[in-house]
């Protein structure tokens, strides 16, 4: 089959690797009709994460039919038409049934190493590092899928690919980005980062009843897409001295009472170095420039949250702690718990209180996967976010 695989920083090349085969009598085979590259694998373009070995496959977005399933698996069979969430998860250790499917305790074979190395474990992940278990990812023609009996979610019929794609990541993400903010009616909420996470957490913070939301970014194609498809108040940080000065004028001198950052690691490279801390046998990372997380703690008002849905690898220096101690903040965060948003999400598309197409600039078949990490990584091209059609 053909398969999106990790060669190097920024190089990923489609080739030609084996088919899947059923491992485990809890997988499925899934032939994959539509795929999507995400954020987090922008990471691994820019080399941010370790653990990556040259002809690793890619891809955590992804959804098709299965072929193929394990003799344990009874609540699928041949020709259902399936998402498939991107954290792997047993459904039976303590962080499933409590329902942090992202923290299973099952799924990651590698998670001993992952917590030497960078303090923490995650679940299996799709296509996402050595670190996260090293299992093959979905920017392919077919996946194996684990636990097959827990994760994917069969779609009905009558909604196209586009719609329910992004049931699989970025759409829950957004929305636990938005639900973390606990929002109640008449609040505003700021969002840092207009990217695919970002827009979705705009539009589910006004799904949970916020008044306002003010998005920030540097690309003003991603912020005109902010205002016009997702209803936000839009700030270009580069043509402002100071981001929690123009919140505060935004909204009576207080902040806004809650913040969101959908913008992670990206939020710092730029002046970014990485220092080897010898006592902790750990990466450290370290940077002077205005972030975006610190710029979400100086500007939310006293009392309010700190939501953080971009993904971080490493240690931050300089957490301004002053501020979020004495000014009672909280701070909430995780790779989000996919498996619990699906089926109420899914729902909220078929009532249409959102349609997740509107993230969509780019469609392009398989076989140009390279192209898209590229225009979605460098923002060319009006990139906000790129679907592949195996
Ligand atoms: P993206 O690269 O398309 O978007 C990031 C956006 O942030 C860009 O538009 C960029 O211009 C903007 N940005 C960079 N620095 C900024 C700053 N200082 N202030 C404001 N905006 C800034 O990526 P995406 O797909 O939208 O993903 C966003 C983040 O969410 C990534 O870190 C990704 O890894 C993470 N993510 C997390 C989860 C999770 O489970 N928590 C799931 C999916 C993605
Ligand atoms: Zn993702
Ligand atoms: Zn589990």
New binding site residues.
Partial sequence: MKATCWMGPNRMQVREVPDPKILNQRDCIVKITSTAI????LHLYNGFLPMMEPGDILG??FMGEVVEVGNRVSNLKIGDRVVVP?PIACGNCGACEAGATSLCENSNPNAYVAEKMLGHSPSGIFGYSHLTGGFAGGQAEYARVPFADVGPLKVPEELTDEQVLFLS??LP?GYMGAEMCGIQPGDTIAVWGCGPVGLFAIASAYMLGAEKVIAIDRFDYRLKRAREQAGAITINYTEVDNIPDVLKDLTAGRGPDHCIDAVGVEGHTHGLQYVHDRAKQALRMQTDRPIALREAIMSCRNGGTVSVIGVYTGLIDKFPMNAVMNRSLTIKTGQCHVHRYMQPLLERIQRGDIDPTFVISHRLPLDQAAHGYKIFNEKLDGCEKVVLKA
């Fill in positions: 995400c954020g987090s694998d955590h977005e991107f990541d970025i993400t």
